[in-house]
């Protein structure tokens, strides 16, 4: 009989698609996904429709991206980081951040080397790695401040490694990595020549006066680095799959060649929308970090009501809270109790660790504050039933 390959034999439907059915199922309250229950800006809205009525953007568009939209990223890139990006051989646009890390890795890894993974990850990485023929050397942030433990990272590097996946700000922990560990990471990267793949899909989700700091921007490292964004993540429009990737073109034209046949191009009216996106001003990035500056502290003060343990993030719009003083069990096992019986659902995060570390967040579970004020109030009231 016919049968699936054997590099994806191994692969479960993933904790996202069982917790978003079991919360359909019993009406829960959903902080699993992170799925904004509001629409984007209207003048980004308004812009996708015009495209997709003027008769130039429903045929296919450049397979790198349309010129406006990688001059646009590139200007943004200038504009908050004074990095210089060429737009024109610097630059893909791909369906989505998790496409664009996919492609990024295509283009730059081979069979058979390593490649740095931080615990916990955001859970397509290893899959990739997995499908690539790559092996993944797992460094975990050690809880309950989700910190890395330098002489680990060191041991990490060896003479096969040929890059490191990094993530800041951090989902799932919301920890923002602060200059020190940056500066750690670009001299391990330098002093091994080693690729960063930076996944920074968050950069305008930080609180309290954290900074996010681009990698690339640390001496040395623009040429070390390919950096991965997300309209869907800063502009509240994660259906539309928009991303990029930007870097040297040295390291550029590895990912476009692998992009070329994996998708080809990037849906086109979503292209000329996010082009106003990235070029709103700097009122609208204010604007929507005190947002969700007030959405972080509505779900803190539910998970605090409900006795879970929090430590207060510092960017993206996730937190994990520690529920061993209020469940006996582990992390899934809460997030089945919790979805069915509390009817609030949340992702536990063991998935997104390897067999070795992942006892680290066995009490641990994360949840999306990307949500209307109305439903983290809902969530709230529920979650206070857990405490009683």
Known sequence: MPSMSKRVSGFATTIFTEINELALQHGAVNLGQGRPDFDGPPEVIEAAERALR???????????????????????????YGLEVDAGRGVI???????????????????????????????????????????PVYVPLHPPEWTLDPDELRAAFTPHTRAILLNTPHNPTG??????????????????????????????LTFDGALHTPIASLPGMFDHTVTVGSLGKTFSVTGWKTGWVYGPPALIEGVARAH??????????????????LNLPGSYFEEFQAMYTAKRDLLLGGLAGAGLKTRTPEGTYFLLADFSDVFDGDDLEFARHLTTDIGVAC???????STEHAHMASTQARFAFCKSDTTLQEAARRLAALHR
């Open 260 to 277: 070329q046949y994996i998708t080809f191009s990037t849906h086109h009216p979503s292209q000329a929308a996010a082009t106003v996106a």
């Open 175 to 204: 920890r923002v990595f602060t200059q020190a560990e940056l500066e750690l990471i670009a001299g391990l990267c330098i002093e091994h020549d080693v690729t960063v793949i930076s996944d920074e899909v968050y950069e305008h």
């Open 54 to 80: 003027d008769g130039k953007h429903n045929q296919y568009p450049p397979g790198i991206g349309i010129a406006p939209l990688r001059e646009a990223i590139a200007g943004h890139v200038s504009r908050f």
């Open 347 to 353: 992702i536990p995060p063991t998935f997104f660790y």
């Open 93 to 135: 646009v791909t369906p989505g951040a998790t496409v664009a890390v996919f492609t990024a890795l295509m283009g730059l890894i081979d069979r058979g080397d390593e490649v740095i993974v931080i615990e916990p990850y955001f859970d397509s990485y290893v899959p990739n790695l997995v499908m690539l023929g790559a092996t």
